[in-house]
């Protein structure tokens, strides 16, 4: 199998969010895990786990499919890892039967120290309240306790009486994956991201662990570089051809 640093742990944050998704189930078959999300849109990914290649690829694309279709899921995208630690090199896939090429994403890691700073205004709170203080200013009134699922963690930054930037994060054994940062729109470009980043990963430090893993967009990377991530391969998506295109 070819397994980039950090999957265990995103493999394990999507069973720990099935426990907070109606209907949701992670399923690992011999050439992908696949997350079945029927009600949450974004999670419903595969990961390819051998090396990406037309052989192996088409025929777990089509197993993939059928999956999807079992529970009324008609929009997912299919991982295949490479090497590649940039996101403009072109891979090396001419295509894939029935499917589309989408975005690229890279794996971006880094050790954890001790010395790293927490931020009074971060909170812990639900996913779902975290996954809306990327879009929109959530009052403190309307924080939410958090998840009660075990390595699970919702977190927000607090500023002027909401929270205004939001992220959450899995422990896995001595791994911290780091997913779905982002800032409302109107208070970007001033750091909230940064310290949001440091505080989860000082916490992580203390819960003992010593890695973090991510999996970045290209606007997201300068971000993370300047936080000391950086890049050790990289996802190349792929998404089902729309019908018409495939007439």
Known sequence: MYRHAGEDTLVASWRALAQLSPGADVTELDTTV??????????????????????????????????YEAVDVPTWALWLPTPLT????????????????????????????????SHPAVARTSI???????????PISELSEPDD?????????????????????????????LYAVGTVPGW???????????HVLADAWCRGARTASLQSTRMGQPLYES?????????????PTPAAATL
């Open 34 to 67: 696949v997350a079945l999300f029927p009600s949450w849109a974004a999670l419903n990914n595969a990961i390819l786990l051998d090396a990406p290649s037309r052989d192996a690829a088409a025929p777990a694309a089509a197993e993939v499919a059928r999956l």
């Open 188 to 198: 970007r470009r001033r750091g909230l991201a940064a310290a949001l980043v440091r």
């Open 149 to 177: 699922v075990p390595g699970l963690a919702g977190w927000v930054l607090l500023l002027d009486g909401a929270a205004v930037a939001g992220a959450w994060s899995c422990l896995h054994g001595t791994d911290c994956g």
């Open 227 to 239: 936080l000391g991530f950086a890049a050790v391969g990289r996802y190349d998506e792929w998404v």
């Open 86 to 117: 940039d996101l403009d090199t072109p891979d090396g896939m001419s295509g894939v039967e029935g499917l589309t090429r989408d975005t690229t994403t890279l794996v971006m890691t880094r050790t954890l120290e001790p010395s790293l700073p």
């Open 128 to 138: 779902q309240v975290a996954t809306r203080a990327t879009d929109e200013p959530v």
